[in-house]
């Protein structure tokens, strides 16, 4: 298993399998973006110790509370930078408070994917927001292009990371240059058309050379890093009238989705935020697209937890839909997962972990689908064949 998102998903619901009576559970997902260790930590003090001092089960022990929380926040020195939000999950029991982590299992993990913040302990892990995080990646190859250079990132996590610049050779003249340059007293190189016609003709060839080039670069990088899975490019106004061109030169040579737009931007920041909306804005409408394309083609799809689970047992799901918070008891026989009673099989408090993992070990994508989206089933899946 290569996917540490999966084994951290696995080893959660394992964790809450085996407890103890007075065993609590604290899942925390905060949307924390910032690049200070110690703004971090103060941000994740304050959430844990609301919780713990307005949880019932926890209200009587404040005299661990401070500890606890400090003890768990030096596990975290090595966190400088958090893009888009961290999960933290500790299982302790309360009679073991005084001893801190010694006798507590605890984990910290950085999200791919920007969180609903959500704070509460249980009597098992919730790992569904670490299910949304299974499959969600933004790793992009984001390019800015004005006529003076084109500057290449990548983002990875949320984070923009600067990987080179190609300065343009080309030298755009400028209008009076040319007008004194090409005037007709100078008849040996007189261009024929009017001056401005010509000058605009001189840019749109060099800014033709210049994008052609940012291209080749393009495909350079992305046949020497296949982890990239989406393109972005973000161009000035100068470059309005090629964007098509762009895009489909761009897309004649990779197989991983392209987004041109016409922007500029003040800096970094705001470069990583713009990428990030057109990311997700891409991914949305992927969603809505399949999500229709199953609904006129449902001998593809399996739609409701009979259909999927029969699906599941048989390995032929290729993406699994869910919606968010899912939650559905079940069994667990020697075939696979069931939602209904078999003979001899295990009851199971809530499959939807476990079927997440059955379909990401048989190959198979997950993907939550927004609240919002008006869907037949509250769980459906595209099948293989």
């Known amino acids: 298993m290569t996917n540490p998102t999966l084994e951290l998903v696995l080893e959660l619901i394992q964790r809450s399998k085996n407890k103890k009576k007075d065993t609590c559970f604290l899942t925390a997902y905060l949307p924390i973006s910032s690049y200070n260790n110690k703004d971090i930590k103060t941000q994740i003090k304050s959430k844990l110790l609301d919780e713990f001092r307005s949880h019932k089960e926890f209200a009587n022990y404040s005299e661990h509370h401070n500890s606890l929380v400090k003890e768990f926040l030096d596990q975290m020195e090595d966190i400088q930078a958090i893009n888009n939000g961290i999960a933290l999950f500790l299982k302790i029991r309360r009679s073991d408070l005084k001893y801190g982590l010694k006798k507590a299992y605890w984990k910290a993990y950085l999200l791919e994917k920007k969180p609903k913040e959500e704070v509460n302990i249980l009597d098992g892990f919730d790992v569904d927001q670490l299910i949304a995080d299974l499959n969600y990646s933004m790793n992009s190859l984001v390019v800015t292009l004005d006529r003076k250079q084109s500057i290449f990132y990548k983002l990875v996590k949320g984070k923009l990371e600067y990987l080179h610049t190609i300065d343009n050779e080309g030298k755009y003249v400028r209008g009076a240059e040319y007008t004194q340059k090409y005037a007709p007293r100078r008849n040996i190189e007189v261009y024929h058309g009017s001056g401005g016609k010509n000058l605009e003709r001189m840019e749109n060839r060099q800014d033709h050379h210049f994008w052609g ?56 920041d705001e470069i990583r935020d713009e990428s990030i909306s057109a990311l997700n804005s891409l991914v949305d409408n ?17 739609f409701g937890w009979e259909e999927v689970l029969s699906m599941s047992r048989q390995k032929r ?21 069931y939602h209904k009673f078999v003979e001899g099989a295990e009851f199971v408090e809530n499959i939807v972990p476990l079927l997440v993992v059955d379909v990401i070990e048989a190959g198979g994508e997950i993907i939550i689908v927004d609240e919002k989206m008006p869907t037949k089933e509250e769980i459906f899946a595209k099948l293989r064949y």
Do not use: C, T, W
């Open 317 to 337: 799901i290729e993406v699994l839909f869910l919606k968010p918070r899912l939650n559905k008891s079940g069994y667990i026989f020697e075939n696979g997962i």
């Open 286 to 302: 992927n969603v809505r697209q399949l999500i229709d394309s199953l609904n006129e083609n449902i001998q593809q799809a399996a």
């Open 213 to 268: 080039n940012m291209v080749d670069e393009i495909i350079s990088y992305i046949n020497k890093n296949q982890d990239i899975k989406y393109i972005v490019v973000f161009h000035s106004s100068n470059f309005s009238k090629f964007q098509d061109e762009i895009e489909n030169e761009v897309r004649k040579h990779v197989e991983q989705q392209v987004i041109v737009e016409a922007k500029d931007f003040s800096g970094e």
